[in-house]
């Protein structure tokens, strides 16, 4: 029992009661339970990108993460929770990684650094690593239904359909999670697909490129497996697209690769303008020029780079903060660095020695009746920015 866990025993044992007695009480997720469905609006476009369909009577919370530097494909993120907020449906943000093993290159932005393929099974256990601090216990593996296994099977297929030099691979892998609440436990499935795609080109275009789709169902104890039969017998993490939706992302992504293509061409033919010009000028006329073009493409270069920055971070750090929210956690700084805490305190105390403790109470203060100098945390940004 970690100093969080026996701080809150000996502090919250009211608050864990009442959330026993919910549990005991909240209602079982029936198999035959009607169904709804309801849309995931892309706040880029103002669109409707996505219906999904959800057991009725549930709430629902989603959106569309534009994608990072590694894939520019945007994806849908959503949870749906029963009423009694003890049952829940999530789908994850999709994570990327690109590797090139001949080549020196920097991460990119908001990807992942796996260099390789991974398969299913090896990423989820990088995927628990990631959360390792919410008290996670592994059970064991859990099985693949045959609907999400055939809809796996077709992206792969659908992917070795793109090129002969691209060979695709895709697998799924589930296992069985426990985490506490308070005194009594929580059950969850933790599921992916991970697809590969691996040139078989040589030399310096030699590697390729993974994304990994998860999803998490969420129950009290006893009640996980009835959930996932609801969820995978009508295959409830599905996220159909539309249309119109998919038409408008791959303009945009069109747009964007022939805008970069008509930059470099720009800057070949103002290169070679520059290149005649000094021929058919003065020396000293021809070298003015020169440095006055130079100057205006690296102020032109650095505006470009800087727009850029600024709009990948935003991106980067909305998209932190969801994945934050998503798993009920905060990210905050202080005396022991910064680490992902649990988001149910508004106070949270470090004592430099890996050692945190939470509160809701900004009155109270640990000093004096906790051995160790702790200090208060600040609350800062998932991707540890301000």
């Known amino acids: 029992m970690n100093l969080r866990t026996s701080l809150l025993k000996a502090c ?68 749906a929770y029963s ?26 932005r908001a990807c992942l650094d796996f260099g390789r393929t991974l398969t299913a099974e090896e990423f989820l256990k990088r995927y628990e690593e990631m959360i390792s601090n919410t ?39 589930a296992v069985r999670v426990e985490t506490h609440n308070g005194s009594f436990t929580i059950e969850q499935r933790l599921r992916a697909y991970v697809e590969c795609r691996v040139s078989d080109q040589t030399g310096p275009m030699a590697g390729g490129g993974c994304s990994a789709h998860v999803d998490v169902l969420r129950a009290p104890q006893g009640k996980l497996d009835a959930l996932a039969q609801l969820v995978d017998s009508h295959d409830l993490v599905r996220t159909p697209h539309e249309d119109q939706w998919l038409q ?62 600024n709009a990948m971070n935003a991106r980067s750090t909305a998209a932190s903060d969801w994945v934050d929210y998503s798993l009920d956690q905060q990210t905050v700084t202080g005396a022991g ?6 988001s149910a305190y508004s106070q949270t105390w470090s004592d430099g020695q890996g ?21 208060q945390t600040q609350r800062v940004h998932g991707n540890g920015t301000p």
């Open 248 to 309: 408008r992302v791959q303009q945009t992504l069109a747009q964007q690769n022939q805008q970069r293509f008509n930059d470099l061409v720009r800057q070949e033919q103002a290169g070679s303008a520059m290149l005649r010009q000094q021929h058919e000028q003065f020396m000293a006329t021809s070298q003015r020029n020169h440095e006055a073009f130079m100057a205006q493409q690296e102020s032109s270069f650095r505006s470009s780079m800087n727009n850029a920055n």
């Open 83 to 108: 009423p009694d907020g003890l049952n829940e449906i999530r789908l994850e943000p999709t994570f990327n990684w690109t590797f090139r093993p001949n080549m020196r290159m920097k991460t990119p």
């Open 355 to 375: 050692h945190w403790y939470q509160t809701n109470d900004p009155n109270t203060n640990p000093n004096g009746y906790l051995s160790g100098n702790w200090s």
């Open 337 to 342: 660095g910064t680490v992902k805490v649990s």
């Open 12 to 79: 919250n044992s009211g608050l864990m009661l009442i959330g026993l007695v919910f549990l005991i009480t909240s209602a079982p997720v029936a198999a035959d339970q009607g169904l709804t469905t309801v849309p995931i609006i892309d706040p880029a476009y103002n669109l409707k990108a996505f219906t999904i369909t959800i057991p009725a009577g549930w709430k629902f919370q989603g959106t569309v993460i534009p994608g990072p530097e590694c894939s520019g494909v945007p994806s849908p993120v959503f949870r």
């Open 135 to 173: 008290g996670m216990h592994v059970v064991g593996p859990m099985p693949i239904a045959p609907s999400y296994q055939r809809r796996v099977d077709g992206v792969a297929q659908n992917m070795g359909r793109i090129s002969p030099h691209i060979h695709a691979t895709a697998n799924a892998f």
